[in-house]
Nanobody, 123 residues
């Protein structure tokens, strides 16, 4: 099993920045780590993901150029740097791991999830 703990959420004004962290513990046998978000009344969607071994990154179109995902395998931490935040980025952000090779932005195939951290973008 993989245990995931997110941190770094908060309230930020439009145009501001936040950095989320996802600390993993337990098993390290996973292919990728992804960030997902869910706003009230909406489905959970993939935001960004990174493969563990090669560090390949993938992004949702809505965050390309604004968000950057990175990993520190030695510390088992994955970061999500979010810049130029918009009100529509407001959501609970979750990190998750996927043990299988494949599209890592698909929420339905993730194996383990963290508890989430709230991001609110508002003036």
């Amino acid at each position: 099993q993989v245990q995931l703990v997110e941190s770094g959420g908060g309230l930020v004004q439009p145009g501001g920045s936040l950095r989320l962290s996802c600390a993993a513990s337990g098993s390290t046998d996973y292919y990728s780590v992804g960030w997902f978000r869910q706003a009230p009344g909406k489905e959970r969607e993939g935001v960004a993901c990174v493969t563990k071994r090669l560090g390949n990154t993938f992004y949702a179109d809505s965050v390309k150029g604004r968000f950057t995902i990175s990993r520190n395998n030695a510390k088992s931490i994955v970061y999500l740097e979010m810049n130029n935040l918009k009100p529509e980025d407001t959501a609970t952000y979750y990190c998750a791991t996927d043990s299988l090779i494949g599209p890592c932005l698909e929420a339905a195939v993730q194996d383990y999830w963290g508890q989430g951290t709230q991001v609110t973008v508002s003036s």
